[in-house]
T-cell receptor
């Protein structure tokens, strides 16, 4: 059974600081996704990573994928309050029929 | 706005009742997915349809059923509701299997 684990689950950081969220998964993956969810809202697609060594960046967020280590990271640079949200990684494999298996989510709070 | 619509936004009902949740995918998307989000279970995949056919099934209870209609909209039927069914139900859609899934705003179900 595919398992996806994120850490930390809760992250409180100051504006201007850098930090990394980690996502480990247990079996070979075809695609890894990062989503953002604001409280009571839907999930917003941030990145999709398709191959080993893939790196994608959007603003202050950068995601990378190491398929050999079965690890993805979401790096936050110079955090701002607007980044406060819950971030989920999710894994999709062909054998799972394209269903997404989500991590527990990392609740990020950026304090002024 | 992802382009995926869900109705209703909120639903309050009693145990033992039956409800229907509706989802319209983004224009051009053939795949529809249903997910349940609750505090204790996190985000769980329920079921996937592709162009009217069931493609994958997750941890969906026998009391729950779904279908995708010729116009590609989908409905999730929940029956004999229990308190534990209270959750946020998301629909997502994608162009095809193993493509990025875009999530709707969700239906918040409260079973009293």
């Amino acid at each position: 059974e595919l398992k996806v684990e994120q850490n930390p689950l809760f992250l409180s950081m100051q504006e201007g600081k850098n930090y990394t969220i980690y996502c480990n998964y247990s079996t070979t993956s075809d695609r890894l996704y990062w989503y953002r969810q604001d409280p009571g809202k839907s999930l917003e697609s941030l990145f999709v990573l398709l191959s080993n060594g893939a790196v994608k960046q959007e603003g202050r967020l950068m995601a990378s994928l190491d398929t050999k280590a079965r690890l993805s990271t979401l790096h936050i640079t110079a955090a701002v309050h607007d980044l406060s949200a819950t971030y989920f990684c999710a894994v999709d494999t062909e054998t799972s029929g394209s269903r997404l298996t989500f991590g527990e989510g990392t609740q990020l709070t950026v304090n002024p | 706005d992802s382009g995926v619509t869900q109705t209703p936004k909120h639903l309050i009902t009693a145990t033992g009742q039956r409800v229907t949740l509706r989802c319209s995918p983004r224009s051009g998307d053939l795949s529809v997915y249903w997910y349940q989000q609750s505090l204790d279970q996190g985000l769980q995949f329920l079921i996937q349809y592709y162009n009217g056919e069931e493609r994958a099934k997750g941890n969906i209870l026998e009391r729950f059923s779904a279908q995708q209609f010729p116009d590609l909209h989908s409905e999730l039927n929940l029956s004999s509701l229990e308190l534990g069914d209270s959750a946020l139900y998301f629909c997502a859609s994608s162009v095809g299997p193993s493509e990025t899934q875009y999530f709707g705003p969700g239906t918040r179900l409260l079973v009293l």
